[in-house]
């Protein structure tokens, strides 16, 4: 085989065969394939797609580049979730401990931020001394013990994804929907569980910026799990303004614990409890509007906060001692009247550049810098209110910030959350 010829195929927009992507994929893991000519055939796909056929194979084999979990220790219907990505997207930090709290079983494995979305386990390293590295025979216990953990991805977990990825990230080929689809998916899979909830976000803050394009994405995700027997749920929810009021990692899980304590923002609850109740339904077969009314009671009877407390112990963090700049100023308003927008995709850049996130691999981040906003879509400000919040440690500057608020004299309704849900 040739990679010349296989890229000159997939060029031309033909199929290729099963062996042709195991060549090209293996030969690129193993060294063989250089980036250039890796680059070329990625750029091919986005181009010309790929058929069902092709990105069941690539699926599977980059889903065996590395280890598989085995998660066979833990009894019963292990399901786990997964986010598209989007700015403020605290989710994972409220929904394993309140989920956990039903009784359900979560071993959640998740990663750092990509781009200038943040990542759980760079938000989790805000909580002093808490660690996400956690040995196999470590996670077992945790988990056989108070029955949650939520843990960095081993190394080996699908190495194919990770090389694919920083290419991809550099070659301007991340917006391909089947390699989005595949990267999501060999990763979700590699990872043992049984079920998959998927949030996938729409909008000018998130991957997918319109709702044909996350139909399509969701779409090959629930097919792909279904080629597994593995049932996959979409919910497709709205990124085009900042999911809570926090952005920044110390804020995030303030506002996450805020949220386990009954007292979070209303949007950020409600799609907890909307994905919380698919994980319940799928491990124990719950009605999802019973699922729904039993979390909402762990939320508020203390129960999920006990829950993150248990798991922030075991993980050794000190909840009391969260990454918090203390230098803040107010983003004021010079108008008066409805908010229109909220700029999700500004909001996150700008967090991004007072450090919240990595511009390159192995750069450190500032974990107690972000925002916190006071005004959402729908609400009213006053001229000489304060929008937003700013925690900073050595920069600011607002005028990338006007850009991200638009105030209209006109009545505006607060947006939709959810837009549909997707499985078959
Ligand atoms: N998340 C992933 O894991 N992979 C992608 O390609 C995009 C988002």
């Given at each position: 085989?040739?990679?010349?010829?296989?890229?000159?195929?997939?060029?031309?927009?033909?199929?290729?065969?099963?062996?042709?992507?195991?060549?090209?994929?293996?030969?690129?893991?193993?060294?063989?394939?250089?980036?250039?000519?890796?680059?070329?055939?990625?750029?091919?796909?986005?181009?010309?797609?790929?058929?069902?056929?092709?990105?069941?194979?690539?699926?599977?084999?980059?889903?065996?580049?590395?280890?598989?979990?085995?998660?066979?220790?833990?009894?019963?219907?292990?399901?786990?979730?997964?986010?598209?990505?989007?700015?403020?997207?605290?989710?994972?930090?409220?929904?394993?401990?309140?989920?956990?709290?039903?009784?359900?079983?979560?071993?959640?494995?998740?990663?750092?931020?990509?781009?200038?979305?943040?990542?759980?386990?760079?938000?989790?390293?805000?909580?002093?001394?808490?660690?996400?590295?956690?040995?196999?025979?470590?996670?077992?216990?945790?988990?056989?013990?108070?029955?949650?953990?939520?843990?960095?991805?081993?190394?080996?977990?699908?190495?194919?994804?990770?090389?694919?990825?920083?290419l991809r990230d550099v070659s301007g080929t991340t917006?391909?929907?089947?390699?989005?689809?595949?990267?999501?998916?060999?990763?979700?899979?590699?990872?043992?569980?049984?079920?998959?909830?998927?949030?996938?976000?729409?909008?000018?803050?998130?991957?997918?910026?319109?709702?044909?394009?996350?139909?399509?994405?969701?779409?090959?995700?629930?097919?792909?799990?279904?080629?597994?027997?593995?049932?996959?749920?979409?919910?497709?929810?709205?990124?085009?303004?900042?999911?809570?009021?926090?952005?920044?990692?110390?804020?995030?899980?303030?506002?996450?614990?805020?949220?386990?304590?009954?007292?979070?923002?209303?949007?950020?609850?409600?799609?907890?409890?909307?994905?919380?109740?698919?994980?319940?339904?799928?491990?124990?077969?719950?009605?999802?509007?019973?699922?729904?009314?039993?979390?909402?009671?762990?939320?508020?009877?203390?129960?999920?906060?006990?829950?993150?407390?248990?798991?922030?112990?075991?993980?050794?963090?000190?909840?009391?001692?969260?990454?918090?700049?203390?230098?803040?100023?107010?983003?004021?308003?010079?108008?008066?009247?409805?908010?229109?927008?909220?700029?999700?995709?500004?909001?996150?850049?700008?967090?991004?550049?007072?450090?919240?996130?990595?511009?390159?691999?192995?750069?450190?981040?500032?974990?107690?810098?972000?925002?916190?906003?006071?005004?959402?879509?729908?609400?009213?400000?006053?001229?000489?209110?304060?929008?937003?919040?700013?925690?900073?440690?050595?920069?600011?500057?607002?005028?990338?910030?006007?850009?991200?608020?638009?105030?209209?004299?006109?009545?505006?309704?607060?947006?939709?959350?959810?837009?549909?849900?997707?499985?078959?």
């Open positions: 085989m040739d990679i010349l010829e296989i890229i000159d195929k997939k060029r031309l927009g033909k199929e290729l065969t099963r062996d042709e992507l195991f060549y090209s994929i293996d030969g690129f893991v193993q060294g063989q394939i250089p980036d250039y000519q890796m680059s070329s055939f990625l750029m091919a796909i986005c181009i010309n797609g790929m058929t069902e056929e092709e990105i069941f194979s690539l699926t599977d084999i980059m889903l065996h580049s590395g280890e598989v979990v085995d998660l066979s220790f833990i009894p019963g219907t292990k399901v786990d979730k997964h986010s598209t990505g989007g700015i403020g997207d605290k989710t994972t930090l409220v929904l394993a401990p309140l989920v956990s709290s039903l009784g359900v079983f979560i071993s959640k494995m998740s990663g750092k931020g990509l781009g200038y979305t943040g990542g759980t386990i760079d938000k989790l390293a805000s909580i002093d001394g808490l660690q996400t590295s956690i040995s196999k025979e470590d996670l077992e216990k945790q988990i056989q013990s108070i029955g949650v953990v939520i843990a960095a991805q081993t190394g080996n977990l699908v190495p194919a994804d990770k090389k694919l990825y920083a917006s391909s929907i089947p390699l989005i689809a595949t990267s999501i998916m060999s990763k979700k899979l590699a990872s043992g569980a049984d079920k998959f909830v998927i949030d996938v976000k729409v909008g000018n803050g998130a991957l997918m910026k319109n709702l044909e394009d996350a139909r399509k994405l969701a779409t090959l995700m629930v097919k792909i799990g279904n080629k597994y027997g593995k049932k996959t749920i979409c919910l497709l929810s709205a990124m085009d303004e900042p999911l809570g009021l926090a952005v920044g990692n110390g804020l995030e899980v303030q506002e996450a614990i805020d949220t386990l304590r009954g007292k979070g923002p209303k949007d950020l609850e409600n799609l907890v409890l909307h994905l919380g109740s698919y994980m319940v339904h799928f491990a124990s077969g719950m009605e999802i509007e019973d699922a729904k009314k039993q979390l909402l009671q762990k939320l508020y009877d203390g129960s999920a906060y006990n829950k993150f407390l248990e798991l922030v112990k075991w993980q050794h963090g000190d909840v009391n001692h969260i990454a918090i700049s203390s230098q803040t100023k107010e983003f004021i308003s010079t108008e008066m009247g409805y908010i229109k927008k909220v700029d999700a995709e500004i909001i996150g850049k700008y967090v991004h550049d007072l450090g919240a996130g990595r511009k390159r691999e192995g750069d450190t981040i500032d974990y107690g810098v972000g925002i916190v906003l006071h005004k959402k879509v729908g609400d009213f400000v006053k001229k000489g209110e304060s929008l937003a919040t700013i925690y900073y440690t050595t920069n600011i500057d607002f005028s990338i910030l006007k850009e991200a608020f638009v105030i209209t004299e006109q009545v505006v309704s607060p947006p939709q959350l959810l837009y549909e849900i997707i499985t078959f």
